[in-house]
């Protein structure tokens, strides 16, 4: 079975039994919450990059300059898409298991801090789909306050 919402390919994965398992992204249909994580991923490795070459470079030289330019230029945009990606809500089950990973491997990697209003803003983006994301973290007994 197969949907198309807006811009948004998906289809429903059902498995022998007849229940549907998962909402995932058809092959090459490029999800929004998709782009944002790789965006940011993108722009941490231009962010450590340039990190280690301006390590080795003169400050003054124009080789230097224009690479703390860029990686300025890089930093504003990695905490602006980090914003993006932590108040974006989810649309389907497949961008909240998105979401909730990336965060995840993204803070206990120590690539990002969270700070407490980010992570109330993040679980409030993915809420909605927290009885597909409890078998996926393996919580037992999620229950609707």
Known sequence: MSASTGDHDTSNVISCEGDETSNLSRPGAALPMVRLISRHRRLMIILDRSRRRADGANVWTPRGVAMRAAGSAARIAE?????????????????????????????????????????????????????????????AGTRDP
């Open 79 to 139: 905490r602006w898409i980090w914003r993006r990606l932590v108040r974006r809500r989810a649309s389907n089950a497949f961008e909240a298991e998105q979401k909730a990973l990336y965060l995840m491997a993204a803070v206990i990697a120590q690539r990002k801090s969270i700070k407490p209003q980010e992570i109330a803003a993040a679980a409030e983006g993915i809420r909605r789909f927290r009885r597909q994301l409890a078998n996926l973290l393996g919580i």
